[in-house]
């Protein structure tokens, strides 16, 4: 796996350098900012706690007997600081999808991650050992890449990119992406050519499970 650090200049949207020739581009595509928001950095689950906060709040001023004037005021305070928060955290998810570009070819898997320091980990196919999709509302989903564990990417590298509680073997992930499925299909596609010269590797698609899956491992 390799990682490059992107300065002003890209070749290509997305892509450090020119696809080499023979390779094709088959998709490209980023997060949706406002389901990164809710299933990357927890936005909604957030909220509630501070609804439930609030409402302890509330409870405790009315048991306090504390005057009309004083209630509205410590209600308003923290209404303030918890949209507050919220709103820094819709920011970051804001940025972290415009700053970022998924890109699949007929060889790997590209993806130009990165607020500040912007990363680029290039997964060839050959590498990518399992995959998994999860839908997450509508067309929206997730797909998980599992490598090979001769190949660690760090979380923190990778994070909001990486699948939730894979902590000692990261795994990098397209998230909240559009057309999930299709984008699945072509991943697939992608990786059961470059696996082609594999005969005991089969990859076919199940949904029970919303994954595609392989003889030998799971592939979305």
């Known amino acids: 796996m390799i990682a490059n650090h992107e300065h002003e200049f890209e070749a290509a949207p997305g892509l450090p350098e020119p696809l080499p020739v ?26 509630a ?8 709040q509330l409870v405790y001023l009315i048991e306090r007997h504390a005057a009309v004037g004083e209630i509205a ?7 303030v600081m918890g949209s507050v928060a919220l709103a820094l955290l819709s920011a970051v998810a804001w940025f972290a999808s415009k700053t970022t570009i998924y890109t699949i070819t007929d060889k790997r898997v590209v993806m130009r991650i990165g607020i500040v ?17 999860k839908n997450l509302r509508g067309n929206i989903g997730d797909i998980a ?14 994070w909001p990119h ?22 699945g299909q072509i991943l697939l596609d992608a990786w059961g050519q470059a696996h082609s010269d594999e005969r ?15 003889s030998e491992s799971v592939l979305a």
Not at 49 to 56: C, E, N, Q, S, V
Request: hydrophobic content about 50%; overall charge positive; charged content about 15%.
């Open 73 to 79: 005021i410590s209600i308003i305070k923290s209404l």
């Open 162 to 183: 990486a699948r939730a509680w894979r902590l000692t073997q990261p795994e990098p992930a397209l998230r909240c992406i559009q057309n999930v499925a299709e984008v």
């Open 145 to 158: 890449l599992s490598l090979y564990p001769t190949d660690r990417i760090a979380w923190l590298h990778l």
């Open 49 to 56: 706690y501070f609804l439930i906060m609030l409402a302890f």
């Open 22 to 47: 023979g390779e094709k581009l088959l998709w490209q595509g980023a997060p949706q900012w406002q389901q990164l928001a809710l299933h990357a950095f927890h936005v909604g689950k957030i909220a």
């Open 200 to 214: 005991s590797v089969i990859p076919h698609l199940t949904t029970s499970d919303s994954s595609v899956q392989t």
């Open 117 to 133: 320091l912007t990363l680029t980990f290039n997964l060839p196919h050959k590498r990518i050992a399992a995959a998994s999709m």
